[in-house]
């Protein structure tokens, strides 16, 4: 499956995946009830490089990698990731991990943190099989719909 840079034209078909994932409220801590326009600027506002895996036309995920910190900490990434559910298991997360690990060590970026991954996330284990490490948890940081209050790991990476 290609992965690209996204284009102007794609956020049209990443907003309704993006916002069905974030309003289950299950894996991310933005609100569930963010905007269209306030998800297009979280996404692919100033700053952020986006990416799509699009297969026959089809966008089966994105990602969005931006700098973590400003200044003399600039040099560390972040990025979230998301698949359309209806495309899950395909492996389409590990692709878009592996290529945007790849662009942020191109863009100069010397590791990758991830400031709150719900530890009850499946993709926990495909961060770790990438070579990241859980630095902490702030415990019960997170109000699961589902599971109740779990915690938020904070993981890193070298690039």
Request: glycine fraction near 10%.
């Given at each position: 499956?290609?992965?690209?840079?996204?284009?102007?034209?794609?956020?049209?078909?990443?907003?309704?995946?993006?916002?069905r994932i974030v309003a289950a409220g299950e894996t991310y801590s933005w609100d569930r009830d963010t905007t269209e326009a306030e998800a297009r600027e979280l996404w692919a506002g100033t700053g952020r490089q986006v990416y799509v895996a699009e297969e026959g036309g089809v966008i089966l995920g994105s990602a969005s990698l931006k700098a973590n910190y400003g200044g003399p900490a600039s040099g560390i990434a972040n990025a979230a990731f998301m698949?359309?559910?209806?495309?899950?298991?395909?492996?389409?997360?590990?692709?878009?991990?592996?290529?945007?690990?790849?662009?942020?060590?191109?863009?100069g970026f010397r590791g990758m943190v991830f400031n709150a991954v719900v530890e009850t996330n499946p993709a926990v284990a495909l961060w770790t099989s990438l070579g990241f490490t859980v630095l902490g948890t702030v415990p019960?940081?997170?109000?699961?719909?589902?599971?109740?209050?779990?915690?938020?790991?904070i993981m890193y990476r070298a690039l």
């Open positions: 499956m290609p992965i690209r840079e996204a284009a102007p034209g794609d956020w049209p078909r990443i907003w309704p995946f993006w916002h698949v359309d559910p209806e495309h899950t298991g395909r492996g389409t997360g590990r692709r878009l991990a592996e290529h945007v690990l790849a662009e942020a060590r191109a863009l019960e940081a997170f109000d699961h719909p589902r599971r109740g209050p779990v915690g938020l790991h």
